[in-house]
C-alpha cells in the first residue's frame, strides 16, 4: 500500500476518534461576522479570489484557522488583527454563521480539467503524490470531524497561493506536515490545473 495513503489513514483513524466538533450559534455569528463581509462576502462567498470562499466551509476548520490567526501560528497582517479582539465562542459563532451558507460553485478551465482530475483523484504516482479525494473526499467537501477543509468551489487562485505556501514553508499549519510535503512535490502547472479542477468541484458539505 502506497505510503502516503498508509499514512492519511492513521490520521484520519486518530482525529476520528479525537475530535470536538464546533458549537457555536448561526444567528450570532451573522452579526458577528458583518465586519467580514468586506473581503469574504456577507454569505461568505467572496467575489475577489485572493481572498477565500467560507460559505460551506466546515466549522471546526474555520475555528482552527481563527485560532491559528489569534496565535499567530498562521501569521497574516489582516487576519490576525481580525481575530485579535474574538473570543472562543464568538470564533464558533462566526464558523457556524459561515458554515450554514450555501457555497456558491465556480467553472474549471476545461484545458486544465483532464489533468487536474487525474491529480485530485489519482494523484501523481511518480512524484508521490497521493489523491486529494483521500483526504478532502470525493466531492471536495472535506471532513469536519478531522477539521479537513472543503475544498469545492474555492477560488483556483486562491488555491493555488495556498499550495505555494505550503510549497515555500511559509504556511505551516498543518501538524502532520502533510501538506507542505505534498505541495512541495506538485509542480506549478499541476497546482494550477489542480485548483482549477476544485474550483468547478460541487460538494455538499458534511455536516459535523
Known amino acids: 500500500m502506497n505510503k502516503f495513503v498508509m499514512t492519511a489513514a492513521a490520521i484520519i483513524a486518530f482525529a476520528l476518534a479525537t475530535s470536538v466538533s464546533a458549537a457555536g450559534n448561526a444567528a450570532a455569528g451573522k452579526t458577528k461576522a458583518a465586519v467580514c463581509a468586506a473581503c469574504h462576502g456577507a454569505d461568505g462567498n467572496s467575489v475577489n479570489p485572493q481572498f ?53 460553485p465556480g467553472e474549471a478551465n476545461p484545458g486544465l480539467v483532464t489533468i487536474g482530475q487525474q491529480i485530485y483523484r489519482g494523484g501523481d504516482r511518480e512524484s508521490g503524490v497521493p489523491a486529494c479525494l483521500a483526504c478532502h473526499g470525493p466531492d471536495g467537501a472535506g471532513n469536519p470531524p478531522m477539521k479537513i477543509p472543503q475544498l469545492a468551489g474555492q477560488h483556483a487562485a486562491y488555491v493555488v497561493a495556498q499550495l505555494k505556501a505550503y510549497a515555500s514553508g511559509q504556511r505551516t499549519t498543518d501538524p502532520r506536515k502533510m501538506m507542505e510535503t505534498i505541495a512541495s512535490r506538485l509542480s506549478d502547472a499541476q497546482m494550477q ?3 482549477s479542477y476544485i474550483e468547478g468541484l460541487h460538494g455538499t458539505p458534511i455536516r459535523p
Open 52 to 104: 477565500p470562499k467560507l460559505a460551506g466551509q466546515n466549522a471546526n476548520y474555520l475555528v482552527e484557522q481563527l485560532q491559528d490567526f489569534k496565535s499567530g501560528k498562521r501569521p497574516n497582517a489582516i487576519m490576525s488583527g481580525m481575530a485579535a479582539s474574538l473570543s472562543e465562542q464568538d470564533m464558533q459563532d462566526i464558523a457556524a454563521w459561515f458554515s450554514s451558507q450555501p457555497v456558491q
Open 193 to 195: 490545473a489542480v485548483a
